[in-house]
């Protein structure tokens, strides 16, 4: 794996947490902030790691983060800040509550994506597309600011009009399985769980 300079992380951590009652950023899982994970698990493959949410909130944890220009409009809203902010013409954008992501898998996502000539590449399984877990080209910015001023909220819907590329699993079977890939951190019983899977495997 390398580091690739032509393409920025963003980790979006502007969520309400309801479910889980607790802001699920600063959960941790083997003495380390799930924020801060997946920074690290990152920082080796892009050129820079920013963070999208309360610079405030997350002060103490030494990661570069900026507040969401586009707050009320959900996750949509922090890609929008995201390519906006962006100095590179790719960008990785992750939610915070995706704890199995491994690197191997994610470096052969953004390769997937440099070889495209798609404006965003989203992963895809039998559940659906996974937006939070994608590849977008900064050029998608001013597209994605028009769909939220029109209205839009979702963030499929906010692509409409750009080039998407969806990568189904049978691509990547062989490096990881969907089923654990995407599992999302929600609840206090996802949480439990992902501290007793990946516990004694935090760095």
Not at 83 to 96: E, P
Not at 143 to 169: F, M, N, P, S, Y
């Amino acid at each position: 794996m390398k580091r690739h300079d032509q393409v920025a992380g963003f980790i979006l951590a502007g969520g309400v947490s309801s479910r889980m009652g607790r802001d699920k950023a600063l959960l941790e899982i083997g003495g380390v902030p799930l924020l801060v994970r997946t920074a690290r698990l990152i920082e080796p493959l892009v050129a820079a790691v920013t963070v999208i949410g309360s610079p405030e909130r997350y002060a103490s944890l030494g990661l570069r983060v900026i507040p969401d220009a586009v707050a009320g409009v959900g996750p949509l809203g922090g890609i929008a800040t995201a390519l906006r902010f962006s100095a590179s013409a790719w960008n990785l954008v992750l939610g915070c509550d995706l704890p199995y992501l491994t690197a191997k898998w994610l470096d052969w996502l953004i390769a997937r994506a440099l070889d495209s000539q798609a404006d965003a590449l989203l992963p895809e399984t039998p559940r659906g597309v996974e937006p939070l877990c994608a590849m977008y080209r900064t050029s998608c910015a001013p597209a994605i600011a028009a769909a939220i001023a029109q209205g839009a909220r979702k963030v499929t819907d906010g692509l409409a009009g750009l080039v998407v590329q969806h990568v189904g699993e049978a691509e990547w079977q062989a490096i990881e399985s969907a089923e654990v890939l995407f599992k999302n951190m929600n609840t206090p019983q996802d949480y439990e769980e992902a501290r007793a899977t990946l516990g004694s495997k935090a760095e």
